[in-house]
């Protein structure tokens, strides 16, 4: 017999693009840390939407913000204003440091936006000759999907068949500040760096990396951009991962849990002489900056100030990471991050991470992997000690089962 579970995923890989490998789950609900599947199993989210669903599932606050806003206007294009959009983007604008901000929707076309801006400020203010601008960026990236961005992707599969790509890039070791002053000339515009590398598993840089960029740039007038759509907003334990290292970037890219585990919300901060770069028929989006949007994306900001959302990822994180070290399984090879960013390393001889996920499922747990070997806890912020204990009991069980425990 085919149970409904199996019937609903069989009829979305008829339909749907196989460009994702799912877990064999099919989610109906959620509410704050849980989610539920079609057969009332509950499960606690671990992965929390790759960080997008920091406040956690149908926030009650931004369900209201949600519902309120469309009942009275949705969308109306940047051809007109509204009065949502100006009070959001002060918001962000004052938690962030910077001066002013562009609304987009996903990440990838904040990513493109920042890039653009880039290029334009250096042709425009730093006075590098027509088409000579470069980007350099950082091995392991991880910056979205578009052909620019996977064009300077290190990662093969990320490539593979997308051809030819945009040129103007080039790459350089994530953690090493000296390989990005190395690669700097009179023509880069700037540096592209994910403060920490979240699909490229978890990778933590060295201490004072990013404050050495940042001085690096500045000394040779190359703009330095945080990407910190997966990083930012909390998740580490400050706001920005960037103030870990007292540095507020030129430029700043967020989105995921910008829309509040919501809707599609992100965008692009910079300094006041790179967004003057941008003038009406430069750049846009049909939804970018939509009242909706911009009135949860609101809520949502305030809720990450009211709820101290980062002090509760740097607590909770701390503890989560030493109990998760004290598991001590020689199935583990390394637990690393910073607040509720948790990647642990399972040593591929002994078990696939993809193994672990499933297993963690069958006892009411949802993570991913990345590659291959990384197994992901990256909760939504609002999770409790008692929580992260219950995600804990289950790993013991799931390492006990398959002998590493
Ligand atoms: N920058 C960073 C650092 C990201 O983690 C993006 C940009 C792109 O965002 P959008 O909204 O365009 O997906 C990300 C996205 C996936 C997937 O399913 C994406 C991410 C992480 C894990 C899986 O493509 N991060």
Redesign the pocket.
């Known amino acids: 017999m085919v149970t409904k579970t199996e019937a609903i995923i069989e009829q979305e890989s008829r339909y749907c693009a196989q460009n994702?490998h799912p877990l064999p789950v099919v989610l109906v609900k959620g509410e704050g840390v849980y989610v539920w599947d079609e057969g009332g199993n509950r499960y606690l989210d671990m992965m929390s939407a790759?960080s997008a669903v920091s406040h956690g599932h149908s926030h009650p606050r931004l369900v209201r913000a949600l519902t309120e806003q469309a009942q009275r206007l949705a969308i109306v294009s940047r051809a007109f204003h509204s009065d949502r959009l100006a009070p959001f983007l002060e918001k962000a604008c004052a938690m962030t440091g910077l001066p002013m901000a562009l609304p987009m929707n996903?990440?990838?076309?904040a990513?493109e936006t920042a890039l653009k801006a880039a290029r334009k400020w250096a042709y425009e203010v730093k006075g590098v000759a027509d088409n000579r601008a470069e980007i350099i960026v950082c091995d392991g990236n991880?910056?979205?999907?578009t052909i620019a961005i996977v064009g300077f992707s290190s990662e093969e599969q990320y490539k593979r068949g997308f051809g030819p790509f945009a040129p103007g890039f080039k790459s350089v070791s994530f953690g090493d500040a000296d390989a990005l002053e190395a690669a700097i000339t009179p023509n880069t515009a700037a540096f592209l760096v994910?403060p920490i590398q979240?699909?490229g598993g978890i990778i933590v840089p060295p201490e004072g990396y990013l404050a050495r960029c940042a001085e690096i740039c500045r000394r040779h007038n190359v703009l330095l951009i945080c990407?910190e759509?997966?990083?930012g907003l909390g998740r580490t334990g400050r706001l920005l991962a960037s103030a870990h290292d007292d540095v507020v970037p030129d430029g700043l890219?967020l989105?995921?849990a910008l829309g509040g585990g919501m809707l599609?919300v992100?965008m692009f901060l910079a300094r006041r002489d790179v967004m003057a770069v941008y003038r009406p028929g430069d750049h846009g989006s049909t939804f970018g900056g939509n009242p909706l949007s911009a009135a949860v994306a609101l809520e949502g900001l305030q809720v990450i100030e009211d709820e101290d959302l980062a002090g509760r990822a740097a607590e909770l994180g701390e503890y989560f990471m030493a109990q998760l070290r004290a598991l001590n399984s020689p199935m583990i090879v390394e637990v690393r991050g910073r607040g509720l960013l948790i990647g642990v390393e399972f040593d591929p001889a002994k078990v696939a991470a993809r193994t672990v996920c499933e297993r963690l499922m069958q006892r009411g747990v949802l993570s991913k992997e990345?590659h291959e070997t990384v197994v992901r806890f990256a909760p939504p912020l609002v999770i409790t000690r008692a929580q992260i204990d219950d995600a804990l009991a289950a790993l013991r069980e799931v390492l006990q089962s398959l002998g590493g425990g």
């Not at 996903?106 to 076309?109: C, D, L, N, Q």
């Not at 991880?142 to 999907?145: C, E, S, V, W, Y």
């Open positions: 994702y790759y996903t990440g990838a076309e990513v991880f910056h979205g999907r994910e979240g699909e990407d759509i997966q990083v890219i989105g995921k599609a992100s990345t």
